[in-house]
Nanobody, 123 residues
Framework: QVQLVESGGGSVQPGGSLRLSCAAS???????MGWFRQAPGKEREGVAT???????TYADSVKGRFSISKDNAKNTLYLQMNNLEPDDTAMYYC??????????????????WGQGTQVTVSS
């Protein structure tokens, strides 16, 4: 059973930074991990994904501002978020997809989810 636990959310002013972490346990064949977010009244959307071999993808809205990375020794996924904007306000979720050769930015393709961590960007 895969378990994912997010941390690092909070409230920041526009232009600020946050780093989200996702501690993963109980898996050995999760080829894809990703960050998704969901704002009130909106569908869950992909933010960034990373494959075991290092390939990354980003949503256009966060390119150049967010960076996804993994520490395999610590089984931890990160999302460095810089130059945050009010539109980045959402609940952020960590997700894992097993035995995958590609890492789609589609929430329905992921098998395991964390409980989420809230990010609020406002002045």
């Amino acid at each position: 059973q895969v378990q994912l636990v997010e941390s690092g959310g909070g409230s920041v002013q526009p232009g600020g930074s946050l780093r989200l972490s996702c501690a993963a346990s109980g898996y050995g064949s999760s080829n894809c991990m990703g960050w998704f977010r969901q704002a009130p009244g909106k569908e869950r959307e992909g933010v960034a994904t990373i494959h075991t071999y290092g390939a990354t993808t980003y949503a256009d809205s966060v390119k150049g501002r967010f960076s996804i990375s993994k520490d395999n020794a610590k089984n931890t996924l990160y999302l460095q978020m810089n130059n945050l904007e009010p539109d980045d306000t959402a609940m952020y979720y960590c997700a894992a997809r097993l035995l995958a050769s590609i890492c789609p930015m589609v929430a329905g393709r992921y098998d395991y989810w964390g409980q989420g961590t809230q990010v609020t960007v406002s002045s």
